[in-house]
């Protein structure tokens, strides 16, 4: 009997501590108290790597606390955004996600993916590159109108692109989808093998972005015949735009700000408004002009819709190939 | 166009005869040596643990603490090839074949000396080599593709016929690692292959779980084993530390050898030097005067397998500065850390901040030497290692690889990918498979498929067209004679007896 009162006090301690801890509002503390990490689904030192250390270096002042970059390298970045799928709803545990994550979200081949719709919080979208096409230097056509009439004419033509399941290969397959045209897409490993692929004439033409194609454009091997921004690139100003040649594809790499699904939203606003102002920077204002990165900015209201679209569109082009899930 | 040395050091050294940049160095070089040296920290990891202490340096300062732990870190690999048969990066894998049993046979600071000092004149060859003629050699690396890369790989997969003392179970291991290395998205389809889906697969099974899973944890249950059953002891003895000159002027035609093949497969764009010092030990093991003895613990084994990963270092910067094109994961960092400093590079790197260059190549210079020295003078630090006892020395080596596996990419799950291959490695280890086979398959699958099928997709079919480039074709020759000329070799002494036995036969015509 008394072994039975003393374990229904145990219990009944454990059952209000289960209660206690669910009831209680989280204590309204100031947000952030502690460091903050972002993962990075890419190895330090690459490109994502690298935006995203200049994005974490502007809103460190701005939150007080230190912003950590940690890199999960892993999936075409999957893996640092897996994680924080599962990680505390906080603010603490961050990661940069990629358009590659909704591609992975409606390839049927793909057996690893999440929806960025659900399972995440938007913090924000801080960057879209151009997509471009090098060529190499003394090939026959100088512009993408150029090009796709060459390509008419000699259908099947190898291109340089990456593994399906990347953007760098639906890129391609936006530009086929398109055009119209015939092309033989040739996945590479990289796009720095792409490139030198191009250089070397194994293929007539590489999918890169500018800032990827640069040194090899100084090098004089290869020339781009075009930019896939709506804009004209601030460094690359003789580079013309798709859509002034008459082709409406506007496609690239972007990347974005997430925290778990959940994430309160005076935490967001928080993270959001920080991200915001760490974009405006001069400094990193300058570092994209200076590299080639593309300026694109969107908040947690309007990344949404921002998402969504990117969501339809990848889903439209894989249906299209019977690639869709 | 050719850089003046004059040029390179008026440039290159006020920015270099910096206190903080001299001090960076001897850091980056100590910090390369122990990771090196480390089995399960290999010299990605020392870069990439290094380059976010670079975000806020000068240019010079970066390179002055990533270069020196690059060059370090690739001969730092030797240290517990020789010590412990766990080489210490992948591009010491070879240096175990004669490394571990020199130290077997207490010759392991003669082993650790000798690595020292033909890294440095492999990294220093190539140092001269990447200061001289960079932009020209380039521009010939850029016309190398697909078909090049597939011939080396074969190459390579061809000297694992020659690695084990018996034919069928290198032949076994080799499969092994090919199997291995089907695992992940396949390049040109998309299609998951044995990734259960799990996304920490998609890309293949990582390389360092499974290298020091097979190397190290394998070699520490292997040995554990031995020693219960045998009472087995690593040697005590320790021996000379420095190399006798004779024995180091003895190797000087292996490392003429091995600094030519380094640098050739070093400056091909995406294979680096692995890959070299794999193919520079097959050569040594075919055409060189001790062939015979290679694997038995013969100096030329050693200095075959360093001098070529050091001499590939220098060259495969060359792609990555002249044209942004990295030719392995360390060069991808040293490129990230270029564009840090908003540096891109290109020709336009050499025209406008030759200073920067200029900073490079001495840098890199300058690592070399500093390895030589630590190297040098740690060597009998090094070698106390082998008087540790194995019951403290064993669990140092295992924590050392469970942090090596989860550090690469922070995960758990390759730390269950090192378990696994730990006691693969020790099970393949119980009938007879040695470890180099396998990780050789393994680095290599990749390479040999990817570019077989992509270089049939460019040229639509056509098997021929491997043999239409000159370098493809002159690699994939030596591949063949490689592996039939010990077949046509038999063939031709048997012959040669058979005609001898029928003189009349024989003499007649």
Not at chain 1, 138 to 143: F, M
Not at chain 2, 39 to 42: E, F, N, T
């Given at each position: 009997m008394k072994k039975l009162i003393v374990l229904s006090i145990a219990l009944a301690v454990l059952l209000s501590a289960n209660v206690w801890s669910r009831g209680e509002p989280e204590p309204e503390v100031a947000f952030p108290t502690r460091e903050i990490e972002i993962y990075v689904g890419f190895a330090a030192g690459g490109g994502t790597d690298v935006l995203a250390r200049r994005i974490a270096e502007g809103m460190e002042p701005e939150l007080g606390v230190p912003v950590i970059i940690d890199n999960r390298p892993g999936a075409g970045g999957l893996v640092a955004v897996q994680q924080v799928v599962n990680a505390?709803?906080?603010?603490?545990t961050l990661a940069i996600i990629l358009g590659n994550q909704f591609l992975q979200k409606h390839f049927?081949?793909?057996?690893a993916w999440m929806d960025p719709l659900t399972e995440v919080t938007l913090i924000g979208v801080f960057n879209r590159d151009a997509w471009g096409i090098a060529v190499p230097v003394?090939?026959?056509?100088?512009?993408f109108s150029e090009f796709v009439d060459y390509a008419r004419n000699n259908p099947g033509l190898p291109v340089g692109s990456g593994p399906p399941g990347t953007l760098y290969y639906w890129t391609w397959q936006a530009v086929v989808a398109h055009t119209g045209i015939d092309l033989t897409i040739v996945p590479y490993e990289g796009t720095a093998l792409s490139l030198s692929a191009a250089a070397g004439e194994e293929v007539v033409a590489a999918g890169a972005g500018p800032g990827e194609a640069a040194s090899l454009m100084d090098a004089g091997l290869v020339k781009m015949i075009g930019v896939a921004a709506e804009e004209r690139v601030s460094v690359f100003p003789d580079i013309p735009t798709f859509r002034e040649q008459g082709f409406d594809i506007v496609i690239g790499p972007w990347r974005g700000l997430v925290g778990p699904a959940g994430l309160p939203d005076t935490v967001r606003d928080r993270l959001a408004n920080a991200l915001e102002n760490a974009y405006n920077s001069q400094r990193f204002q300058d570092f994209i002009r200076e590299q080639g990165h593309g300026p694109f900015f969107r908040g947690p209201e309007d990344g949404m819709g921002f998402f969504r679209e990117e969501d339809t569109f990848f889903f439209d082009l894989m249906d299209a190939q019977g690639q869709a899930r | 166009m050719m850089i003046g040395l004059s040029e390179i050091l008026e440039l290159g050294l006020p920015l270099v005869l910096d206190p903080s940049v001299l001090l960076l160095a001897v850091v980056g070089t100590l910090t390369g040596l122990f990771v090196g040296a480390m089995?399960?920290?290999?010299s990605v990891m020392a870069m990439a643990i290094l380059i976010p202490l670079t975000y806020r340096m000068s240019p010079q300062q970066a390179f002055g603490l990533l270069l020196p732990a690059y060059a370090a870190g690739t001969f730092g690999g030797a240290i517990s090839a020789i010590l412990l048969n766990i080489p210490g990066t992948g591009a010491a894998i070879m240096t175990t074949y004669d490394g571990y049993p020199m130290a077997q046979r207490g010759q392991a600071g003669y082993a650790i000396g000798l690595s020292c000092v033909y890294s440095f004149v492999g990294g220093i060859a190539s140092a001269v080599f990447l200061a001289a003629f960079a932009p020209i050699v380039a521009h010939w690396a850029i016309r190398l593709g697909t078909r090049e890369y597939f011939a080396v790989a074969v190459f390579g997969l061809a000297v694992i016929s020659y690695l084990s003392s018996s034919l069928i179970k290198g032949l076994l291991g080799g499969a092994l690692g090919l199997l291995l290395a089907t695992v992940g998205m396949d390049v040109f389809t998309g299609v998951s292959r044995f990734t259960f889906g799990r996304a920490e697969l998609a890309g293949g099974l990582e390389f360092v779980p499974v290298m020091i899973g097979v190397f190290g944890l394998g070699e520490i249950l292997h040995t554990v084993d031995a020693g219960t059953r045998e009472g087995a002891q690593l040697p005590q003895k320790i021996g000379r530390m420095l190399p006798e000159l004779k024995h180091v002027l003895r190797c000087i035609p292996t490392a003429i050898r091995a600094i030519v093949v380094g640098m050739f497969i070093g400056i091909i764009p995406a294979s680096g030097p692995t890959i070299g010092a794999v193919a520079s030990y097959g050569l040594e093991k075919r055409i060189g005067k001790r062939r015979d003895q290679m694997g038995t613990g013969v100096p030329e084994g050693i200095v075959a397998s360093e001098t070529a990963n050091n001499a590939g270092t220098g060259a495969a910067i060359v792609p990555m500065i002249t044209l942004g094109i990295p030719g392995d994961a360390v060069t991808a960092v040293l490129l990230g850390a270029l564009m840090l400093h908003n540096l891109r590079p290109g020709p336009a790197l050499f025209t406008q901040r030759m200073d920067v260059v200029a900073s490079i190549f001495i840098l890199f210079f300058l690592g070399n030497i500093l390895f030589l020295v630590f190297g040098l003078l740690g060597a009998k630090f090094f070698v106390r290692v082998l008087k540790t006892p194995q019951r403290i020395l064993l669990p140092i080596v295992a924590a050392l690889c469970f942090i090596g596996a989860y550090a690469a990419r922070r995960s758990v799950f390759d730390v269950h990918v090192l378990v696994l291959f730990g006691v693969f490695g020790f099970l393949i280890r119980k009938i007879g498979i040695t470890p180099a086979p396998l990780i050789l398959g393994f680095i290599l699958g990749p390479i040999v498929e990817s570019n077989l099928r992509r270089g049939l997709i460019t040229t639509g079919g056509s098997v021929s067209a491997f043999f239409a480039r000159p370098v493809s074709a002159l690699l994939l020759t030596l591949t063949l004679v490689l592996l039939f000329s010990p077949l046509l070799i038999r063939l031709a002494q048997r012959l040669h007896s058979a005609l001898q036995r029928q003189p009349g036969k024989g003499a007649s015509d």
């Open positions: 505390r709803p906080n603010g603490y049927k081949q793909a057996d003394d090939a026959p056509y100088d512009t | 089995p399960g920290l290999s």
